[in-house]
């Protein structure tokens, strides 16, 4: 190692210059890692189903800077999804740095008291 190498915690965590896609960004997880990419200077673009929860979400989290929020309303559950989440982020930006991939969804194929056995 270097002994030039920046270390500092300002040059490890500055993502300034980085604009930054969080799925599933609305909520939980998601919110929490966008939070700590605008804290600390992106651009960050959150994807979730749920407009009112990405309006509020993103309201709170541009009030924290000294990056922003934008929100894209995007169900990723089939490819359709996909591609519009796609065509919305190009209307938006030419590049991404980061994608934070944080949206699922979990389906039981039957009753929990029927998953007796987990291999």
Do not use: Y
């Not at 997880?29 to 651009?43: C, K, S, W």
């Amino acid at each position: 190692m270097s002994d030039r190498a920046n270390l500092t915690v300002h040059n490890l965590f500055n993502f300034s210059n980085h604009v930054v896609l969080v799925t599933g960004g609305a909520t939980g997880l998601g919110e929490m890692a966008a939070q700590g990419f605008v804290q600390n200077g992106a651009r960050v673009i959150i994807a979730s189903r749920k407009r009112s929860e990405l309006e509020k979400t993103a309201g709170r989290l541009n009030k924290l800077g000294p990056g922003t929020c934008d929100i894209v309303v995007a169900d990723l559950k089939d490819k359709a999804g996909c591609d519009h989440l796609v065509a919305e982020v190009k209307k938006m930006t030419d590049r991404l740095t980061v994608l934070l991939n944080n949206s699922g969804a979990s389906w039981f194929v039957a009753p929990v008291t029927r998953l007796d056995k987990i291999s």
